[in-house]
């Protein structure tokens, strides 16, 4: 009830300040439209309201994002890289990692992973942990720049600092196979674990191979397939592979 009510006053409050031009209040309003919170939900509202703040940094990313995703206007990855890109050269870091994501992909703009590569950067160097993960599988992958395991791992240390799922996955990943850093079975273990805790599918199964091994945690088969089976049915595509064949090889070995 008190939640509510204060969001009925800011709305209130926004409203009000609308009239006197405030962009910051009028962004606002097109939020409360974008998420539906105390009014109905209503994207085409929400880019009106966006439209009318467009000087608002915050107001270009939310546009970037309804042209990208099609909410209340046409799909149109074009306008959406140039509403992305105009925050993005003011520092917006997560329109800086939009902006990483459409170069990688080549999607709105030509291909070009140096771009990708540099926009991903100057996200990451802000902070943002989408921005630090990306940068990190970039020195991870060695595609596009000199691959440096150090520096992925860094990177991604930095993000799954900040509960970056997929980083928290990484850096465990690192420490079971030393890459940019001493190998060390404890901490492998307390990351997977850490990622698998917080959603990670990848996480989940790589956890299985850890009590399967005995690696960092006790040895314990039956809670590696209990892992297996479960991500099998959360929808991951090689977990049940995993699962049949390790039981075929204990079988077979025993």
């Not at 509202?45 to 439209?51: G, I, S």
């Not at 939009?98 to 070009?112: F, H, R």
């Not at 273990?189 to 191979?209: M, P, T």
Request: charged share 25%.
């Amino acid at each position: 009830m008190g939640v509510k009510q204060d969001y009925e006053k800011a709305f209130n409050i926004f409203t009000e300040l609308r009239k006197k031009g405030n962009e910051e209040a009028i962004y606002y309003l097109g939020y409360y439209y974008e998420k539906g919170i105390i009014v109905p939900q209503n994207y085409k509202k929400a880019l009106e309201y966006y439209m009318q703040a467009s000087e608002y940094i915050a107001a270009q990313n939310s546009i970037a994002k309804l042209y990208l995703n099609g909410f209340g206007v046409a799909k149109d990855n074009t306008k959406a890289f140039e509403w992305f890109l105009k925050s993005a050269e003011q520092d917006y870091p997560d329109s800086q990692y939009e902006l990483s994501c459409m170069y990688y992909n080549g999607i709105g703009v030509a291909k070009d992973r140096a771009k990708a590569f540099y926009w991903a950067q100057r996200g990451a160097i802000l902070g943002y942990a989408k921005a630090q993960y990306a940068l990190g599988t970039m020195y991870d992958s060695g595609v596009d720049v000199p691959q440096d395991y150090k520096k992925a791992f860094e990177w991604y240390s930095k993000a799954a600092d900040q509960g970056n799922v997929e980083s928290e996955y990484a850096v465990g990943h690192a420490y079971s196979l030393g890459l940019g850093v001493p190998e060390n079975e404890d901490k492998a273990f307390e990351w997977i674990n850490r990622a698998y805790q917080h959603g990670s599918l990848e996480a989940k199964v790589q956890l299985g191979f850890l009590y399967f091994r005995g690696e960092g945690v006790a040895k314990n088969m039956n809670k590696a397939y209990e892992l297996w089976a479960s991500a099998e049915k959360k929808g991951h595509q090689g977990a049940g592979k995993v699962l049949r064949s390790m039981k075929s090889y204990v079988s077979a070995n025993n």
